[in-house]
T-cell receptor
Framework: AQSVAQPEDQVNVAEGNPLTVKCTYS??????LFWYVQYPNRGLQFLLK??????LVKGSYGFEAEFNKSQTSFHLKKPSALVSDSALYFC????????????????FGAGTQVVVTP | DTAVSQTPKYLVTQMGNDKSIKCEQN?????MYWYKQDSKKFLKIMFS???????INETVPNRFSPKSPDKAHLNLHINSLELGDSAVYFC?????????????FGPGTRLTVL
């Protein structure tokens, strides 16, 4: 069975410090991995994705994530956090093994609340 | 020029009523989705349509009926509303419904059943 785990309910970081949000996954086939961000009372916004190729992917707002196949992880990182990065972050995975066809069914993690203090 | 829009933004209603939520996207996508986000912020897919055809139907009560009049619209009708239906409902879309294409989300509809 496929699953996504975000082990931290909340991450607290001071502005200017590095930010890491952890994500691990479990799928049978090759994973397609995504990070989304949700600001209060808003819909989810796409940040970045890993499909294939370079393990380090760069996305919006200075975020990046590293795909680690051996550790089945896809941690989100930002070198220097801003107060405006405070939001709820979701990791999501899809895989052809999750469905009998190619339709884009995403499995979301439980979300990690990021709080950046001035 | 909103990409994915939903109406209404807030919906407060009594148990047993029937209500609808509308979704429209102007991105030219051919696949649309409905998600439910519960009070703990957990997101779960409910339905997906590709070119007006139902392609994903998760274990959702029959009281929920999606309707797609064209590929730019996916509406959600809910009959006999129950307290447990209270949640935020998100519409999303992407191109081709492909596993590797990111989805674009609407702003959400907060449904409160009293």
């Amino acid at each position: 069975a496929q699953s996504v785990a975000q082990p931290e309910d909340q991450v607290n970081v001071a502005e200017g410090n590095p930010l890491t949000v952890k994500c691990t996954y479990s799928v049978s086939g090759n994973p397609y991995l995504f990070w989304y961000v949700q600001y209060p009372n808003r819909g989810l916004q796409f940040l970045l994705k890993y499909i294939t190729g370079d393990n380090l992917v760069k996305g919006s707002y200075g975020f990046e994530a590293e795909f680690n196949k051996s550790q089945t992880s896809f941690h989100l990182k930002k070198p220097s956090a801003l107060v405006s990065d405070s939001a709820l972050y979701f990791c999501a995975v899809s895989s052809r093994s999750m469905t009998t066809d190619s339709w884009g069914k995403l499995q979301f993690g439980a979300g990690t609340q990021v709080v950046v203090t001035p | 020029d909103t990409a994915v829009s939903q109406t209404p933004k807030y919906l407060v209603t009594q148990m047993g009523n029937d209500k609808s939520i509308k979704c429209e996207q102007n991105l030219g996508h051919d696949t649309m989705y409905w998600y439910k986000q519960d009070s703990k912020k957990f997101l779960k897919i409910m339905f997906s349509y590709n070119n007006k055809e139902l392609i994903i139907n998760e274990t959702v009560p029959n009281r929920f009926s999606p309707k797609s009049p064209d590929k730019a619209h996916l509406n959600l009708h809910i009959n006999s509303l129950e307290l447990g239906d209270s949640a935020v409902y998100f519409c999303a879309s992407n191109s081709g419904g492909e596993l590797y294409n990111e989805q674009f989300f609407g702003p959400g509809t907060r449904l409160t059943v009293l």
